[in-house]
């Protein structure tokens, strides 16, 4: 699925190619992500079944139940969690230990509508929107309204839990406030509207009220395409990202609609998280998503509770998107790798493909694999890859005597006849000396050149867990690309060490690396995944 870019710059955002990864369906309606800096997991709500569910590296899990059917959800400073209840009509504190405050539930001595999304400054003040969808069935408790107005509010930094918000901006000024963000210097407040299908902008005064009302964007519709403002998140840059028709869109600073990220159901809600703070995750009606970006969010005080979070979100908005992108790289020119959504594929290093003396020599192929250094740079990673519990993977191509379980549709299939290749049982078939399985690896057969056609490949990866492929072995212009094209169709992140493949001739294989993988993969170097996988 790819995302569309309507403005050059919004490639530095995001990969138009990007995978979006479903980590976790079978829910009713998610929303309100938030990334625990220090623990590593993302919790998000259920509202309907009135759940609060938690997602990290084991998979998802059920945390509160009953949860008061919560929506919207952010930290404080302090790592409290701070979640908008519907069914309360109540802003809610929830310390570390449990324990649960109210920090806001009336105003004018009637109670809110049903608080929706919030967000905190660095002030430590909390601002949300107060729609009335939580007194709507499903989504809340269905109940009279007592307020008469859907606004916008703030509790002020330090508040102690009871007295009433300010309300921070006209009362008749929204149809349906939901989503809202700052920009990364606190100087703007992005609040959209679900009904009127746009975002008005305001200015923070030093004195933390807001002024200067105005549009930002408008037209957030589609009447062939599911999808409205909701959710809403500021990144890095300025950039403003919300959920949309057909998934996200992205206005630039200027109100510029400058791409669209595709996502497969109606989204209610995006966060980001991850160790780099460059993984998006997605609430999408029935599952949970996540794509990885180029850019991280807004620098948020509670970001700077998890280790590295600072540095790796802090904002510069004073520079273009594309300088900023790369000014500062992360280590390892910006490969990340989390060790436990990874496997290592080796594939076709079998003698007759890539030794002396096997059925394809004459082709170069021996020579090329030896000018790679490919046989110890595949084992120098594969060990590495075992050391951090990362599954490898042996793909080999096996054919019977004669080959008459492959279709001669292609000269590729037919030199293997010819040269009677690969056979079962023979020197030619058996791996190359140095890169032979070891206790715990897998073992893939296949009789054609992409690693998925016919195998059992997916099978391990799901049962694995495994959303991140590396991809190695022979040949780059054939095998290795035709793996990785179909791999980012199905939705994986495909990872080519350039040095830990190989073909015939170099011109093959920078041709391959320099045009086609670059599409389809992150094209790094051996030395650059073994250091991601150490962390």
Not at 1 to 8: E, G, I, K, N, R
Not at 69 to 82: A, F, I, P, V
Not at 208 to 234: W, Y
Request: proline share 7%.
């Amino acid at each position: 699925m790819a995302h569309d870019a309507l403005d050059p710059s919004f490639r530095d955002l995001i990969d138009e190619h990007a995978p979006v990864l479903q980590l976790g369906t079978g829910f009713n309606f998610t929303e309100g992500p938030i990334w625990h800096p220090a623990e590593q997991y993302l919790l998000f709500s259920d509202m309907p079944d009135d759940k609060r569910r938690r997602w990290d590296s084991h998979g998802v899990r059920e945390v509160m139940h009953p949860s008061n059917k919560g929506n919207g959800m952010t930290y404080d400073g302090d790592l409290n969690l701070l979640v908008c209840e519907h069914a309360t009509s109540s802003v809610a504190r929830f310390r570390p230990d449990g324990s649960r405050q109210v920090l806001a539930s009336h105003y004018e001595g009637r109670e809110l509508n049903s608080p929706n999304d919030l967000v905190v400054k660095s002030d430590g003040s909390i601002w949300f929107t107060d729609p009335t969808y939580g007194r709507m069935p499903g989504f809340g408790v269905e109940r009279e309204v007592q307020l008469g107005f859907q606004g916008v509010f703030k509790i002020a930094a330090g508040a102690a839990p009871g007295p009433e918000p300010e309300l921070v901006v006209d009362r008749y000024t929204f149809t349906q406030p939901n989503g809202l963000c700052f920009s990364p210097d606190e100087k703007l407040l992005y609040i959209n509207d679900t009904v009127q299908a746009n975002i008005r902008v305001y200015d923070v005064t030093a004195s933390g009220k807001l002024a200067n009302g105005r549009q930002f964007a408008s037209g957030i519709h589609d009447s062939m395409k599911p999808g409205v403002p909701d959710g809403m998140k500021c990144d890095m840059h300025g950039n403003v990202w919300v959920t949309a028709p057909a998934g996200i869109w992205v206005y630039n600073p200027q109100g510029v609609l400058i791409g669209k990220v595709q996502v497969p159901e109606l989204v209610a809600n995006i966060h980001w998280g991850g160790e780099d703070w460059r993984t998006l995750f997605i609430c999408a009606t029935h599952s949970l998503y996540s794509v990885e970006t180029r850019v991280g969010p807004r620098n948020e005080p509670f970001m700077k509770a998890g280790a590295g979070a600072s540095q790796s979100s802090s904002p510069a908005p004073t520079a273009s998107a594309s300088a900023q992108a790369t000014a500062s790289p992360p280590a390892g020119n910006g490969l990340l790798l989390q060790p436990f959504r990874c496997a290592l594929i080796i594939q076709d290093m079998q003698n007759d493909v890539v030794i002396d003396g096997g059925a394809f020599a004459e082709s170069g192929s021996p020579g090329h694999c030896k000018q790679q250094n490919n046989i110890e740079n595949i084992r120098r990673l594969a060990d590495a890859c075992r050391a951090a519990g990362v599954p490898v993977i042996h793909v080999w191509f096996i054919v019977e005597p004669g080959a008459p379980g492959v279709t001669m549709n292609a000269p590729l299939f037919e030199g293997l006849r010819d040269a009677n290749a690969l056979v079962r049982g023979t020197w030619g078939v058996a791996p190359v000396s140095g890169l032979e399985p070891k206790d715990g690896d897998h073992v893939v057969t296949k009789s054609r050149m992409s690693a998925w056609e016919g195998t059992s490949l997916e099978t391990i990866l799901k049962a694995t867990g495994r959303d991140t492929i590396i991809e190695t072995g022979a040949w780059t212009n054939m095998s290795i690309e035709h793996t990785a094209r179909t791999g980012a169709d199905k939705g994986y992140h495909m990872v080519i060490p350039e040095d830990g493949c190989s073909t015939m001739n170099a011109e093959w294989h920078n041709a391959s690396i320099n045009f086609a993988l670059q599409n389809v993969s992150k094209v790094v170097k051996t030395d650059e995944v073994i250091a991601a996988l150490k962390g």
